[in-house]
Structures are given as structure tokens and as C-alpha cells.
């Protein structure tokens, strides 16, 4: 079957307010993950071993964390004389402007999009985990006479509601759209991954566009996904693997901790669908005499010297002689000070813990994780968790 010509569009403008500190000074796809790598890196990796190589990142809050990172896209292989990557941020003039939701962006975005006249534009979030081949859901989706083809996966039924939840016939025909439902009527929910026919979907975004008011076309399951369900133009296409939103803290500490088990049930170390980011080389982990390291991901120039079981260690990181740091996520740049407890935590980079404090507690439910926020200094025998812990660090000024 002939290769029709393909646009990934990465939706990375949201403001990623449920993942509190983590996104104060960052954008959403630009937070680290799983010691070495950041959240857009995904979507990214995924088009580049799918051999999809125009990709467009739509930015928008604090887009200099994310710009820094994406560079010139060589590590993905898009850094091309045709093609490759382009960044989009809002802009002033005819369809410019603020971009309130996902739908708005591409609306906002059309006349570009046209005139590049893509056949399938391949449209993705960028806060979640997981390993996936566009390319092959692109050719299901040509099988079909469907304008749109959604990825869809189970959750569990109580969380269901923070996500779109689909309703399909027997041959994958999408019956209903409902949007972060109250009450949901089951755990298949879309991934936000999309296949679309370029055309169509940009006439419709058009139509819907010129409906709007000044708050703009919002999300794609507003009104877009909706009405495609409704009129039959929708498809699902299920994915059986590993797929975690790590849009909240809880979902974010539990990613790592599925990182943890024996075997994990997402390798980031695959040779055949390898995971690419932009980083510097460090060198190794160092583990001194009477350090103790179980269940864990140590990264690249840390040190350890105390105790570390079941949890993730970005680079550079520090454990002290005498510290423990269990069940938890450490970012680049921590250093926990000797005597100290880190538990059930996520601490931001640059974070100091000093002697003997302890932050969070053993034990409660994901939305009990404590995240401290990014360069605090923790004092000595301070004990500290919950919101308490995301206060900013403090200036000398």
C-alpha cells in the first residue's frame, strides 16, 4: 500500500495544572520521566520509529522549557532540509490568538495546515506514557470509510471520568462521545491519539469555528468528537499495551513505580522501538561502600551512599551517607543530606533535604504523594507533606 503523506501534530500547549509544582516554570511535555527522559519524548520517539517525519509541536505555556529540549529535533532525526520539525506558538493576525483547547489549536492552525495538504494529520497529546506505532494505525484507518480513527484503551471504571469516554458497535463504529463524563458509562476511553482525513476534519473545524464565541472551539471532545460520533464518522481503534496519563502527581509517582516491577510493563530500553531525548553525556552512577540500592533506577552521575529502595533517581542526584529514600521519584539535582527520609515523594530538581528531616509519609493513596517544589531547601530535622511541601523555594534577594 502506497505511503500517503502524513502530519504528526503534538499538542503540547497545555498548562498542566493538575500536575501542580511540576508545571510552575515548565510546560507539561517538558517534565522529566523516568530519570533520563521528558514527557514529549513519547510522541516524538513513537513518529520517529513509525517513520512518520513531519512533525509539528504546537506550544504555548512556558514554551522555552520545551523549545530548549526539542532543539532542532536531531535526537528524533528531524532535524531535515524538508520537513522535519517546525514549532508553532500563538500568534497575532487572521485565526491567531490565545489557543483555549486542543480543537482550537488545529482550528487556529488550519490555514498552515492546508497549505502543507497533508492526507492524514496524526494528532497526539504529549502527557502520557507509552510505545506505539502511528504508522500502523494510519494504514487501519485508510481500511475505513471513517473521517476520524481514536485510539482507545481501559481504565479503571472510577477513574474513567477524567478522560473521553467511547462507546463502540461490534465493528469498531464509534456510537457515543461523552467528555469527562460525571457518571461514565465504561472504562474504553480515548488515548488522545487521533488519525484524521486532513480535509474533512479542517472543514469541520471551520464550520464550528465560525459558531464561536470569544472563548474559541476549547477541546476536541467538546464539540468535534462529538458530533463526528453522532454522524457516524468515527472509528476506535483499541490498544491492548501499556498507556498511562501522567497528567496528575498521583498518576505521575504511579508511572514510576510501574518502572519498578519485575518485569516492567513498558521497557524504555527497547533496541526495536528505542525511547530518544537531548541530554549531554554524564558519567556513571557511583555507589559508595555501604550503599544500599534495591528496586531502583539510578541515573547517570548520581551518588549514592545511603539507602535507596523502590524508586527513580534523575541525574545527579545525591543520597548521603545514612539517608533513605524510598517509594519515590527524584528529579535531576537532588541531594538528600545525611540522616534524611524521603517516602512516597516526587521532589523537583535542585531540591536540598537537609539532615534528618523527613518528607511524606509511608503510606496512603496516590493523591497523598508529596511533591516538593522545585529548588526548595528543606531545613535540617524539618518534617514536611501534603501542600506544605510545594511552597516555592525562597529567594535571597
Same mark, same amino acid.
Given at each position: 500500500?502506497?505511503?500517503?503523506?502524513?502530519?504528526?501534530?503534538?499538542?503540547?500547549?497545555?498548562?498542566?495544572?493538575?500536575?501542580?509544582?511540576?508545571?510552575?516554570?515548565?510546560?507539561?511535555?517538558?517534565?522529566?520521566?523516568?530519570?533520563?527522559?521528558?514527557?514529549?519524548?513519547?510522541?516524538?520517539?513513537?513518529?520517529?520509529?513509525?517513520?512518520?517525519?513531519?512533525?509539528?509541536?504546537?506550544?504555548?505555556?512556558?514554551p522555552m522549557s520545551l523549545s530548549d529540549h526539542l532543539a532542532n529535533g536531531r535526537p528524533w532525526d528531524l532535524d531535515r532540509t524538508q520537513g522535519g520539525l517546525m514549532l508553532l506558538h500563538p500568534r497575532l493576525g487572521e485565526g491567531g490568538g490565545w489557543h483555549t483547547g486542543?480543537?482550537?489549536?488545529?482550528?487556529?492552525?488550519?490555514?498552515?495546515?492546508?497549505?502543507?495538504?497533508?492526507?492524514?494529520?496524526?494528532?497526539?497529546?504529549?502527557?502520557?506514557? $507509552?510505545?506505539?506505532?502511528?504508522?500502523?494505525?494510519?494504514?487501519?484507518? %485508510?481500511?475505513?470509510?471513517?473521517?476520524?480513527?481514536?485510539?482507545?484503551?481501559?481504565? =479503571?471504571?472510577?477513574?474513567?471520568?477524567?478522560?473521553?469516554?467511547?462507546?463502540?458497535?461490534?465493528?469498531?463504529?464509534?456510537?457515543? $462521545?461523552?467528555?469527562?463524563?460525571?457518571e461514565p458509562v465504561g472504562n474504553v476511553v480515548a488515548t488522545e491519539v487521533f488519525v484524521m482525513n486532513s480535509a474533512p476534519i479542517l472543514d469541520l473545524l471551520e464550520e464550528l469555528g465560525r459558531d464561536a464565541d470569544e472563548e474559541g472551539l476549547g477541546d476536541l471532545g467538546?464539540?468535534?468528537?462529538?458530533?463526528?460520533? =453522532?454522524?457516524?464518522?468515527?472509528?476506535?481503534?483499541?490498544? =491492548?499495551? $501499556?498507556?498511562?496519563?501522567?497528567?496528575?502527581?498521583?498518576? $505521575?509517582?504511579?508511572?514510576?513505580?510501574?518502572?519498578?516491577?519485575?518485569?516492567?510493563?513498558?521497557?524504555?530500553?527497547?533496541?526495536?522501538?528505542?525511547?530518544?531525548?537531548?541530554?549531554?553525556?554524564r558519567p556513571a552512577a557511583r555507589l559508595l561502600r555501604g550503599a544500599d540500592v534495591r528496586d531502583a533506577m539510578v541515573a547517570a552521575a548520581a551518588t549514592v551512599g545511603g539507602t535507596v529502595e523502590h524508586a527513580v533517581l534523575g541525574t545527579g542526584v545525591v543520597v548521603e551517607?545514612?539517608?533513605?529514600?524510598?517509594?519515590?521519584?527524584?528529579?535531576?539535582?537532588?541531594?538528600?543530606?545525611?540522616?534524611?527520609?524521603?517516602?512516597?515523594?516526587?521532589?523537583?530538581?535542585?531540591?536540598?533535604?537537609?539532615?534528618?528531616?523527613?518528607?511524606?509519609?509511608?503510606?496512603?493513596?496516590?493523591?497523598?504523594?508529596?511533591?516538593?517544589?522545585?529548588?526548595?531547601?528543606?531545613?535540617?530535622?524539618?518534617?514536611?507533606?501534603?501542600?506544605?511541601?510545594?511552597?516555592?523555594?525562597? %529567594?535571597?534577594?
Amino acid at each position: 500500500m502506497p505511503r500517503t503523506k502524513t502530519l504528526v501534530i503534538v499538542l503540547a500547549g497545555g498548562a498542566g495544572g493538575r500536575l501542580r509544582g511540576l508545571t510552575q516554570g515548565r510546560a507539561k511535555p517538558a517534565v522529566p520521566f523516568g530519570g533520563t527522559h521528558r514527557l514529549v519524548d513519547f510522541p516524538l520517539s513513537n513518529a520517529h520509529n513509525s517513520g512518520l517525519t513531519d512533525v509539528w509541536v504546537v506550544q504555548q505555556h512556558n514554551p522555552m522549557s520545551l523549545s530548549d529540549h526539542l532543539a532542532n529535533g536531531r535526537p528524533w532525526d528531524l532535524d531535515r532540509t524538508q520537513g522535519g520539525l517546525m514549532l508553532l506558538h500563538p500568534r497575532l493576525g487572521e485565526g491567531g490568538g490565545w489557543h483555549t483547547g486542543t480543537a482550537d489549536s488545529l482550528w487556529r492552525n488550519a490555514g498552515l495546515i492546508r497549505e502543507f495538504a497533508p492526507d492524514h494529520l496524526v494528532v497526539l497529546s504529549a502527557d502520557a506514557v $507509552y510505545l506505539m506505532d502511528y504508522a500502523a494505525i494510519v494504514d487501519e484507518h %485508510r481500511d475505513t470509510d471513517a473521517d476520524i480513527t481514536i485510539v482507545t484503551t481501559e481504565v =479503571d471504571l472510577d477513574d474513567a471520568g477524567r478522560y473521553g469516554v467511547v462507546q463502540a458497535d461490534d465493528d469498531g463504529r464509534i456510537t457515543d $462521545y461523552a467528555h469527562k463524563p460525571d457518571e461514565p458509562v465504561g472504562n474504553v476511553v480515548a488515548t488522545e491519539v487521533f488519525v484524521m482525513n486532513s480535509a474533512p476534519i479542517l472543514d469541520l473545524l471551520e464550520e464550528l469555528g465560525r459558531d464561536a464565541d470569544e472563548e474559541g472551539l476549547g477541546d476536541l471532545g467538546d464539540d468535534l468528537l462529538p458530533r463526528l460520533a =453522532d454522524e457516524g464518522r468515527a472509528r476506535a481503534s483499541r490498544f =491492548d499495551r $501499556y498507556w498511562r496519563d501522567v497528567g496528575t502527581v498521583g498518576a $505521575y509517582w504511579e508511572a514510576h513505580m510501574d518502572l519498578l516491577k519485575n518485569p516492567p510493563p513498558i521497557d524504555l530500553d527497547d533496541a526495536a522501538w528505542p525511547l530518544f531525548t537531548r541530554g549531554g553525556r554524564r558519567p556513571a552512577a557511583r555507589l559508595l561502600r555501604g550503599a544500599d540500592v534495591r528496586d531502583a533506577m539510578v541515573a547517570a552521575a548520581a551518588t549514592v551512599g545511603g539507602t535507596v529502595e523502590h524508586a527513580v533517581l534523575g541525574t545527579g542526584v545525591v543520597v548521603e551517607e545514612g539517608a533513605v529514600v524510598r517509594d519515590a521519584v527524584l528529579l535531576d539535582g537532588v541531594r538528600v543530606r545525611r540522616g534524611a527520609t524521603v517516602q512516597r515523594a516526587v521532589v523537583d530538581e535542585q531540591v536540598e533535604v537537609g539532615a534528618d528531616a523527613v518528607i511524606g509519609k509511608p503510606d496512603g493513596d496516590p493523591d497523598d504523594v508529596t511533591l516538593v517544589g522545585r529548588g526548595r531547601r528543606v531545613p535540617p530535622g524539618e518534617r514536611l507533606w501534603g501542600d506544605e511541601a510545594e511552597q516555592p523555594a525562597e %529567594r535571597d534577594d
